[in-house]
C-alpha cells in the first residue's frame, strides 16, 4: 500500500519511482507472462519498446522481455514486474509509475473524484509540461488503476486513527470508485441498504 495508508502491521513493502528511469528497463532475474508462465533464472531476452506514463509526462524506453514457450504462437513476451523501480508494468508497452496510480488512489479516497476527471487534469499537467506522449484514455486507465489495486496486498488491516480496527459506527458517504453498468446485477446494492437483522443505534442518526 501507498506510505499515506500504512498501517505498522502491514509487511508488504512499498516502492518510491527510481529516478532517472533507466533507457532499457531490464528484465531482472526472471519475468512473468500474463498466462502465469515464470522464465527461469536468466532467460535470453530481448528488447521492446514501450511508453513510462507519470504524473506530468510520459517517456519511451525500451523494456527486456522475453518469449513465452505457453504462448509462442501468438508472439506473447514475460515482462518484468518493475515494482523495485516504483513501476507498474501494465502489458510490456505501457507502464505506470506508482506515483500516478498512487496519486488517484489519495484523491478518491480524499474526495469525489471520477475516473474521467483524473485523467482530465493529468492530460492537462502533459500539455503543459510539453510532454512528447500524451497521457491514456479514460477506459484505459481504469484497466490500469484497477489491475494495479488488484495486486496490492491490502487484505483486512483497515483501521481508524482514533477507534482502532473495530469502530462502533462507520459512515459511508458514497461509492468513489463505481461499477460498470455491465457489472449490475440483481444482487449488487449500495452500502447504504440496510440488511434485515441489521443493528439500530439509537444515538446515530
Not at 97 to 122: K, M
Amino acid at each position: 500500500p501507498p506510505e499515506w495508508c500504512r498501517l505498522s502491521t502491514d509487511t508488504a513493502p512499498s516502492f518510491a519511482l527510481v529516478q532517472p528511469i533507466p533507457d532499457v528497463i531490464p528484465l531482472g532475474e526472471t519475468g512473468r507472462c500474463v498466462c502465469g508462465w515464470v522464465s527461469p533464472p536468466s532467460p535470453q531476452t530481448r528488447k521492446r519498446k514501450c511508453t513510462v506514463y507519470g504524473s506530468y509526462a510520459a517517456t519511451t524506453a525500451q523494456v527486456e522481455v522475453t518469449i513465452c514457450p505457453s504462448c509462442s504462437a501468438r508472439h506473447v513476451y514475460a515482462g518484468p514486474d518493475l515494482r523495485e523501480l516504483g513501476l507498474f508494468n501494465f502489458n510490456n508497452q505501457s507502464i505506470y509509475t506508482h506515483e500516478l496510480l498512487n496519486s488517484f488512489t489519495s484523491r478518491i479516497t480524499a474526495h469525489e473524484l471520477p475516473f474521467h476527471a483524473f485523467v482530465t487534469t493529468v492530460a492537462r499537467e502533459y500539455l503543459e509540461h510539453r510532454s512528447p506522449v500524451s497521457f491514456v484514455s479514460d477506459d484505459t486507465f481504469r484497466k490500469v488503476w484497477f489491475s494495479f489495486a488488484r495486486v496490492q496486498v491490502l487484505g483486512d488491516s483497515f483501521a481508524c486513527e482514533i477507534c482502532g480496527p473495530n469502530p462502533r459506527c462507520i459512515i459511508f458517504d458514497g461509492v468513489t470508485a463505481g461499477f460498470d453498468e455491465t457489472q449490475i446485477t440483481s444482487s449488487l446494492k449500495p452500502p447504504t441498504v440496510i440488511q434485515p437483522g441489521a443493528p439500530v443505534r439509537m444515538s446515530v442518526r
